[in-house]
């Protein structure tokens, strides 16, 4: 079901879709590839609002830094320096992130329109990046489809095709607040990670991944989750054919639970420390499944690459549940 929720400055109509299944009702606009909205239960079946987002256009035109709920690309989270070196060749970007690129530019894939068509439970957004878009080489056909599993389950897959070698990186931007309001600090997080990547002052990656192990990055048993977290955790299971899980998260006082499935190697835990107004900081946990940041720097890092004759494929799925 769709309907139209609001024009841009030029007049082009944004539509949201909502998708309901299993007691689970998402909404999705075309403008952004934003998740809106998820809807789930708590222990009592009350539902409740999960994810942070605003109730019209005009907040997420207005407030476009916190990414909320977006489709994230051409290369989610940061590019250092703002230019990556390819095949000899040094491509520069626009940076919007001090001196880096983030999340694809100032007019990044979460700032585009969509074309969107119904699919069987679900909707699929596809569009065309040009060549030179926001720096990024090659001519890039790109979709997400968002569907909704027979459990309620939103599934999240990703697919695209280039006409000429580039860099690829794609992610959704939701904030997670399973209590419905207040904070999300509270919330226990587990994630199947036994390392993550230091970051120097700009949270670009500085030096080697490191052990979790004593320090307050392991969450390999699950844990209240605090402040100060804007970093990639390296995932044990490494990158994947199918989605395989690797993070659960639970408030304890609405029972409700989050479970995170993947077929990406990274995990960025984002606290939302300076998620700026109208939000107050650690009103939402962002887990934005994803290949590690400046991995064009990082050739031991996995690669983003996409080439002519290759199709880029990731798949998230975000689960939901309750526990007593």
């Not at 794609?170 to 993550?196: D, M, P, V």
């Not at 029972?255 to 009103?283: C, K, N, S």
Request: include cysteine; charged fraction near 25%; glycine fraction near 12%.
């Amino acid at each position: 079901m769709s309907e139209v929720c609001g024009t841009l400055s030029d007049g082009t109509p944004v539509h949201r879709w909502t998708l309901e299944r299993a007691g689970v009702r998402v909404r999705v606009l075309s403008y952004g590839g934003i998740v809106q909205s998820v809807r789930i239960p708590d222990r009592g079946g009350q539902p409740a609002e999960v994810v942070l987002g605003f109730q019209d256009l005009d907040g997420y035109l207005r407030h476009p830094e916190p990414f909320l709920g977006a489709l994230i690309g051409r290369y989610a989270n940061r590019i250092a320096g703002a230019r990556f070196p390819l095949d000899g060749r040094t491509y520069a970007l626009e940076p919007n992130d001090g001196p880096n690129s983030l999340h694809g530019g100032a007019l990044g894939f979460d700032k585009r329109m969509w074309d969107v068509e119904p699919v069987e439970h679900g909707v699929r957004l596809s569009r065309v990046s040009p060549h030179g878009e926001e720096g990024f080489p090659g001519r890039l056909e790109v979709s997400a489809t968002y569907t909704l599993d027979a459990d309620g389950a939103l599934r999240i897959a990703y697919e695209a095709v280039t006409d000429a070698p580039t860099l690829v990186n794609l992610t959704n931007h939701s904030y997670w607040n399973l209590a419905g309001s207040g904070q999300a600090e509270g919330h226990e997080l587990r994630i199947a990670a036994s390392r993550f990547t230091p970051v120097d002052l700009d949270l670009i990656p500085a030096g080697e991944p490191e052990d979790v192990e004593g320090t307050r990055f392991d969450f390999r048993t699950a844990r209240k989750t605090g402040s100060g977290y804007d970093h990639n955790f390296v995932l044990d299971k490494g990158v994947t054919a199918a989605p395989v899980e690797i993070a659960e998260l639970h408030d304890p006082a609405s029972g409700r639970v989050l479970t995170v499935a993947t077929t990406e190697p990274g995990l960025q835990l984002y606290t939302a420390d300076h998620i700026g107004e109208p939000f107050t900081p650690g009103a939402g946990i962002a887990l934005e499944t994803q290949h590690f940041p400046d991995s064009p720097h990082r050739p031991e890092f996995p690669s983003t690459e996409l080439r002519p004759g290759e199709v880029y494929h990731s798949e998230t799925v975000y689960g939901f549940g309750v526990r007593g």
